[in-house]
């Protein structure tokens, strides 16, 4: 069974070529966020997020969904201040790999952050080029604020981070709209 804490996840199967629709995550759909997320945090591509944390933070997601009602990725976009929200837990189901979902996504996450007026949005990912393609630049952890370190303390590779921040500014025409 799949809830059981030591064995591997195995998500469901979906279709590659199901229409796919992007919308607000809903508490429904928090079994397959966290699923899905813990699927390539077992790869060692993320980390993994609690139910609890995904019930918390449940208006900072959003979801794909395909026409069969199966939640094919996610991802959140968390606001840290003023001038700055965090894409989150970006993840595409394995069968939907490079069908342009991921840049879907962010360009989601992105469209939010406009229209909520904040300037820039950044990641801590180990896709650095997956950001790159999507116009992001890589930056040093020193020219964020202390802020987007808030979830380092309770993170397991604390001690041997790899993830490298990449940022996107957004030019002062794409605002809103
Ligand atoms: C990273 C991830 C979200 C990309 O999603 P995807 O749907 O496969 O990517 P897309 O098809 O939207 O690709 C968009 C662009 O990025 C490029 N790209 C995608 N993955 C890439 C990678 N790993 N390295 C380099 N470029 C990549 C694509 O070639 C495409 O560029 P193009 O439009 O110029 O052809 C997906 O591979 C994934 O879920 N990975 C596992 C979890 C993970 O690492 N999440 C990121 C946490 S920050």
């Not at 094919?72 to 490079?98: C, F, N, S, Y």
Request: hydrophobic share 45%.
């Amino acid at each position: 069974m799949r809830g059981l804490s030591l064995s591997p996840v195995v998500l469901p199967e979906v279709r590659r070529e199901a229409g796919v629709e992007l919308r607000k995550a809903r508490l429904e759909d928090v079994d397959a966020i966290y699923w899905l997320i813990r699927y390539w945090a077992e790869k060692g591509l993320m980390l993994v997020r609690s139910h609890s944390h995904l019930y918390e933070n449940i208006r900072d997601f959003w979801v794909l969904e395909d026409e069969d009602g199966q939640i094919v990725g996610t991802v959140a976009l968390h606001v840290l201040w003023r001038d700055l929200a965090e894409i989150r837990g970006l993840a595409v189901h394995p069968t939907r790999q490079g069908q342009g979902l991921g840049r879907w996504l962010v360009l989601g996450a992105e469209r939010e952050a406009r229209d909520l007026g904040l300037p820039r949005v950044f990641a801590w990912t180990l896709q650095v080029n997956f950001f790159r393609a999507l116009g992001y630049r890589v930056t040093s952890r020193e020219a964020l604020p202390p802020k987007v370190w808030s979830e380092c303390n309770a993170c397991p590779f604390y001690e041997n981070c790899r993830e490298i921040a990449v940022i996107k500014e957004f030019s002062p025409g794409a605002f809103r709209g």
